[in-house]
């Protein structure tokens, strides 16, 4: 049996944690600011875990991980 692939594009988004779970970047901070309000763009910074109905998809993602 041949190994498994990591996908490329997920391991560039996702980081394993030792608990078993899985950080990503937050979404809708790249383009379009100017119309979106301080307090939002404040609050999209930083890293969030991966929600729970989503770990099983990043992990066949991420075999290794």
Do not use: C, W
Not at 2 to 21: D, H, L, N, S, V
Not at 38 to 53: D, F, I, P, S
């Amino acid at each position: 049996m041949p190994k498994m692939k990591t996908k490329r594009g997920a391991a560039k988004r996702f980081t394993a944690r030792p608990g078993g779970g899985f950080k990503r970047g937050q979404a809708f901070k790249r383009h379009i600011l100017t119309k979106k309000t301080t307090k939002n763009k404040r609050q999209l910074r930083g890293t969030v875990q991966v929600h729970e109905t989503n770990l099983k998809s990043v992990r066949d993602m991420l075999p290794y991980a």
